[in-house]
């Protein structure tokens, strides 16, 4: 069940997305179901996939699920506070949105050619 924090925060994405010109899903399961669920997946028109993890608590962080990155660039989406509570822990490649939807850390683009 998503909180309403969660609910404020997915719908504050998908504006912004659209507002690019990317067009997103949600609840997105990946690889014919063996690759995991993200919460947002998006490609804009230069054919970058872009995957979202949105993360509201610092639990919600540290379970094992709900980190699935398979986009060229990927992005977990979380308040500020919980930012600057795990940022140190967050992998080099992966970049943060805050839940006003600004990029405190950018992602490293990928190669997904081999997924």
Do not use: W
Not at 32 to 38: I, M
Not at 72 to 87: D, F, G, I
Not at 101 to 110: F, G, M, P, Q, S
Request: proline share 2%; aromatic share 10%; net charge positive.
């Amino acid at each position: 069940m998503k909180t309403d924090e969660t609910k404020r925060i997915e719908t504050k994405l998908f504006k912004y997305l659209d507002k690019n010109g990317q067009f997103s899903i949600t609840e997105c399961t990946l690889g014919f179901g063996v690759g995991g669920r993200v919460d947002c997946i998006s490609i804009d028109s230069k054919d970058n996939i872009r995957c979202f993890e949105i993360k509201i608590t610092k639990s919600d962080f540290h379970s094992k699920h709900g980190h699935n990155f398979s986009g060229n660039l990927n992005y977990y989406v979380m308040p500020n506070k919980l930012y600057e509570e795990v940022k140190e822990e967050i992998p080099a490649n992966i970049g943060v949105y805050d839940s006003s939807i600004n990029c405190v850390k950018r992602a490293k683009r990928i190669s997904i050619d081999n997924l």
